[in-house]
């Protein structure tokens, strides 16, 4: 895509714009020289009538708006199909190909790509980890108090707000995917995999809900219940479970200073403990290997 | 002016580099303040962040372009990248990162060898026991965990003793009973040693990418990365004849290596790509082996170093996973696209298991296992006309899991084997002689999805847009080669209609409104898929007559593993056998220790009918240039009519609100409420096996009263004991309801007040509470019914279920930083954070001293903390 004298008959294209819109303007327009659409040596750059369109009645009459506007606050605002087809001229196909974004969640929802990216500028919000997610959730809003919560993968900025150490498109794809919701990989469970490999098996004893999908049980943004889970053990547990001991009522008399460790009152406290199942960790005290057991005598999920 | 608007443009179009370095001071050390951020510990910690940028400028003939990047680099989350190409020609990325996650800095062990996979008890460790009784001695010390805490150790206990003077007495207990647990409590309690658990996970990537021309291309990518540290896991050991808990410091030493390749063809009106993705998984942990800390002498407080029992987990297998994939997508018109999909893998496992003296049948050494997964999507997407969109699409993926299957036998958690006398080998048992107490089959679970949908996006107008959608989805599960199906479900189909409308009422306000109406359905509910893991189900017992076997008793009498459910009948013959005392299918008649079956009307929710509501609202109101509001309403609810027990319904409702003001130009101010509601609701119950008994040691139970129940009507413990089976009264029903609230204000400040500062502030508390509410409950006899006890002397009393107390967290963060232009290259930054969460949860409770029996206490705290972090650093730009 390199050629000698690129960067010059592009950069006198743009000459048309920069006349009025030059480095003085309190927009940051020049800074998109500092970026990927910006360097003017890759004849694939776009010009600003490219993206904007060749926009002749705003040079005529700069009180108009340009063929493609994409400021949000602008009352010139165009349609997001319009603005998207900008975009598309070069991504549907040729750069960085977004194929599946037609029909994607976002695009059939009036999401631009200008509502998330602003390419004039050298570090983009939505490009950074630490900073991707303020844009997410600016629609996003359940999301946004989720990673707050007391269980959550580490999405949100937290002590010196330098760093997040994931961020959604880790494994969301917010211009299309085969996965469920805009998921990277085909399945949830895949998507999961790439980060907990260990989790995909396939083993000797597998745990139906497990294989079936990874939101069975758990709720990836954030949850109350630790470990990323809907709900507490053991009546997570409970939901599919009600053979053997997994039948039991697990209330508060079931713990320490309970009803049924004092029935009556007369029972006394060194002769029965709260029910193990309700406590600590409850099921998971045993059935530890819930997302699958290797060893032969592993069945339970307790080896 | 000229040579000035071109230095403007040269400083507009230059990238800038940037250096910071400094120091912070943490105020307290707190995990899970720290718990991604690598500020858990107290003290100072450096500060250090570049951002290096170079190559050609943008008007250069040259696109070479570089940048390396580093952050938090004084800190364990720290991370470096960095990239160089000539754009549109190739691109070469390398990548660093280094994530920490705490787990808990008040955990407590006394296993000795923490951070190895090989644990030990401490020497002098001593089993802890309470003062108790049995049926024949009413002098004895008890296995428990609680007697570590002397008081519960030594408290008063009942005399169990059937046939003492004392019986049902309370008992002091004696100096040598007491002298034992002190002694236990003595040498064990100061054995426990806090061990902080926290895990790291390295990141490294390598990439590039490389444009032969400007069709075709390549790009790969290589992702080794590696896992380590320590973590909580619960075991189970039952040497004692009881299960007992050890909540071990479990060693985690993990690589995974991803690898990503890609062939790429551009062109004008289509895409192509052909990819190969892997990830090999490698557990570098064998296994963990630790000491049973409940073997070995109780009565006398004997040394029980060097008897204790070793026990075994698994570790997590390596395993592999491949996969190769194509996409394409075309252009039939600027309004026509279609779009494919399509990539098979292969997924493997083969690690060695690990068997022992508990594992008597193992018939191969490895699983050999191997997972097919196949996916395909097709879409199409048109526009017949401006106003209208059309997007078809169908999908299927199909996880085929082609794992062979075998029988294992084994006994529970370290237990030693016993044969089971029903089932001995000869010309009726096909699968030979049952030598433990299990004799399961793995079943090799298979999933496969079809999905199909349609959507249409119509504009009403230039402002107004409705939407609609159909989609089916139909999942078939199965298992390779299982003796009879492993699917609870085998058929689900799902159909889903969408209706959406989107509105810009005015220059001012746009709306969104949708609604998802969703009906699951499940033809053949399957509550006889367990027999799956039992195989012996299906053959015939050495007391069976005529060949029956526990299967064809069950399909003869249209029954599930649950058993009849008439009420009580005294049952002869084979019925009697695999269904005593109107009991559920005998766990011995299909090999196996526990009751697995599952209560007739339990429909497992993520396989069973559900209807499903979804409603999503949304507003934006741009009241002036400066002022602007967001809000939005969302609401989900599934309900599962056909579940009798289980998740019978889930409601989630969650409400925002927004504000975003301009103070100024270069000043602005944000702040929000949410609220989020989640209910989950199931059925459960606590019901036993049906019996006979018509009296408890003591006394008639035709005679003896009950009392605390008001839902069965029973007045005697015989009726009790024959209804156990149908007692309303063991219905059980539990609401759990989380309540968030969370509130934000975010200030931003570029240059505020025409100074030379540039200010964010960033508030945000949390206030999470988490109630469940249980209603119903169980029978308990009463202890201290014996011989002499008077006739009127209730006889079991109906234990209410009650509420769990609340459960609470409330997070608070304040977050400061300015950054002070001292010139125009250099900056000071300040910054000021505030962490505060306060916790409440009941679940520590069994985690402590003297709480529960089998369970060796941990200690682990809920989680508090309040921590103050200042940092202070130069910022040079350039």
Known sequence: AQQVGTAKALLDKDFVCTTCHDAS?????????????????????????????????????????????????????????????????????????????MGSQHQARGVACSDCHNIHVPDQKVMSKATQAEVCFTCHKAQRVQTRRISSHPLAVT??????KMSCSDCHNPHGATGPTLLVKNTVNETCSTCHAEKRGPFLWEHAPVVDSCVNCHTPHGSANAPLLKTRVPWLCQDCHSGDHGNQVNSA?????????????????????????????????CHVLVHGSNHPAGAKFQR | AHTAAAQTAQEATKPISAVEFGGTDV????????????????????????????????????????????????????????????????????????????????????????????????????????????????????????????????????????????FTGLLTPTAGQISSVSAASLTDVPAFQNYNLHTTRTKF?????????????????????????????????????????????????????????????????GFAQAAYYGSIFKN??????????????????????????????????????????????????????????????????????????????VPVSSLNGLVINQSFTVKFNARPAKKLSLTAGYKYDNRDNRTAVHVFQYSDAGEAPAANTSFVAGPSNPLGAVLAQNANANRAYSKKTNQANGEADFALSSRQWLKGSYEYERNNRDCYSSWISCADAAITNEHSLRAEYRATLSDDLTVRVGYTYSARRTPNYNENAFLALVP??????????????????????????????????????????????????????????????????????????????????????????????????????????????GLQDTNTWAANVEGMYAVATDLSLSVFYTYEDLTAGSAGNTYTANSNTATLTGALATTIGLSGNSCDGF?????????????????????????????????????????????????????????????????????LMGPGAAPTTTAAYFIAASALPTVSTDTYELRLNGRYAVTKTQALHLAYTYMRMTSVDWMYEGMQFGSLSGILPSNEQPFNYSVHVFGVSYVLSF
């Open chain 1, 25 to 101: 303007s309190p927009k940051k327009i020049f800074s998109i020289y500092q970026t990927r659409h910006g360097n003017r040596a890759d004849a694939r750059a776009p010009g600003c009538m490219d993206c904007h369109g060749p926009s002749d009645k705003h040079i005529k009459d700069p009180g108009t708006g340009t063929d493609v506007v994409f400021t949000a606050k602008s009352k010139h605002l165009s349609a997001a199909d319009d603005r998207n087809a900008s975009c598309l001229k070069c991504h549907d196909s040729k750069v960085l190909p977004r194929t599946n974004w």
């Open chain 1, 159 to 164: 002590g010196l707000g330098t760093t997040a």
């Open chain 1, 253 to 285: 008399a079931n713990l320490l200073g309970g009803n049924v460790t004092t029935v009556n009152g007369q029972q006394q406290l060194g002769a029965a403990a709260p029910r193990a199942q309700t406590g600590a960790r409850a099921c998971l005290n």
């Open chain 2, 27 to 166: 105020s307290d050390g707190a995990y899970k303040a720290g718990e991604y951020n690598g500020l858990q510990n107290k003290g100072g910690l450096g500060i250090g962040h570049f951002d290096l940028r170079g190559g050609a400028a943008y008007n250069d003939d040259s696109a070479l372009r570089w940048r390396i990047k580093g952050a938090d680099l004084g800190l364990d989350t720290r991370s470096l990248s960095g990239e160089v190409g000539a754009q549109g020609v190739f691109r070469f990325n390398f990548g660093f990162d280094q994530l920490r996650r705490n787990r808990s800095d008040s955990y407590q062990t006394p296993l000795q060898g923490a951070g190895s996979n090989v644990l030990t008890l401490p020497g002098g460790w001593q089993v802890p026991t309470i003062a108790g009784s049995t049926a024949t001695n009413n002098v004895v010390n008890v296995l428990s965990a609680r007697g570590l805490l002397t008081t519960i150790g030594t408290a008063r206990y009942i005399n169990t003793q059937t046939n003492s003077a004392t």
């Open chain 2, 205 to 269: 990537d390598l990439a590039f990418d490389y444009s032969f021309d400007p069709r075709w291309g390549v790009s790969g990518e290589f992702r080794p990365e590696h896992k380590d540290g320590v973590k909580p896991m619960g075991t189970v050991s039952r040497n004692t004849g009881g299960d007992i808990s050890t909540i071990i410091p479990d060693v985690v030493d993990t690589n995974t290596y991803q690898t990503d390749m890609r062939v790429n063809f551009r062109g004008a009106k």
């Open chain 2, 284 to 361: 570098n942990v064998p296994f963990m082996q630790w000491q049973n800390w409940a073997t070995g002498p109780t009565a006398t407080g004997a040394i029980n170093f060097g008897t204790a029992v070793v026990n075994t987990m698994s570790s997590t297998p390596g395993n592999q996973f491949h996969q190769f994939s194509g996409s394409g997508g075309f252009n039939f018109s600027p309004t026509a696209k279609l779009v494919v999909n399509g990539s098979v893998a292969r997924n493997t496992q083969n690690d060695s298991f690990l068997a022992d003296s508990t594992t008597p049948v």
């Open chain 2, 536 to 645: 012996y189900t299906n053959v015939s017992p050495a007391a069976a007559t005529g060949g029956a076997t526990a299967y064809s008793v069950m399909v003869a009498n249209g029954w599930t593993g649950w058993g009849p459910a008439s009420g009580y009948a005294a049952t002869t013959g084979n019925m009697n056998m695999f269904f005593p005392s109107n009991n559920a299918l005998a766990n011995a008649m299909y090999g196996n220790l526990n009751r697995i079956s599952e209560l007739p009307g339990m429909r497992r929710y993520y396989a069973a009918d559900r209807n499903r509501d979804k409603i999503r609202t949304s507003a934006t109101w741009q009241a002036t240039d400066e002022l602007s509001f967001q809000g939005n309403v969302d609401y989900n609810k599934d309900h599962y009519a056909d579940a009798i027990y």
């Open chain 2, 715 to 783: 007045t005697t413990l015989q009726q009790r004991n024959n209804n156990n089976k149908l007692d309303p009264c063991l219905n059980w029903f539990t609401d759990r309801i989380d309540k968030v609230n969370s509130a934000g204000v975010t200030l931003m400040g570029k240059e505020a007040w025409d100074t030379k500062l540039d200010l964010t502030g960033n508030f945000i508390v949390t206030r999470a509470r988490s109630d469940n509410t249980v209603t119903g409950g169980n029978w308990a006899n009463n202890l």
